[in-house]
């Protein structure tokens, strides 16, 4: 019975190591789209991950009703390989989060940059400022 046990367990990890394998592939690929600037190809990623995401969710049901604990050596090596997977997929996630912020903050900065105004103030005869008229930065600059 065991025995039996251990090795539906380690047909677990397998599992599961093979989902985490595909997540990370997906998101270096979500990686590879926002430096490349391609929002197109983004919502089939996302929803591949969200449908690898679930998997995981229930193979990690399925180890956990089988027990958390076994002195086996191979299923020692198949979590530790899950760790390492966790940590890739999760270093490569924060990348993908600062990705995007910087590209929310270049987008900020270029329309600051392209609607910000500024006071053009012409003086008139008696040596006072005449007409205030307002000019965008480079929409209205002149060459």
Known sequence: MAKEKVEKLS???????????EIL????GER???????EDGLEAVLAELQQKITAIQEQEEIRLGLGKESKDAEIGRKKDRIKQLVL???EINNNNVFLIDQGRKSIKAFLDLMLDQYEIKTYVRNGKYGDNSKKNILLDKRL
């Open 32 to 38: 590879d789209l926002l430096i490349q600037n391609q």
């Open 88 to 90: 890739q997929i999760s």
């Open 25 to 28: 592939k997906l998101v270096a």
């Open 11 to 21: 047909s677990c990890l397998d599992k599961e190591i093979k989902i985490y394998e």
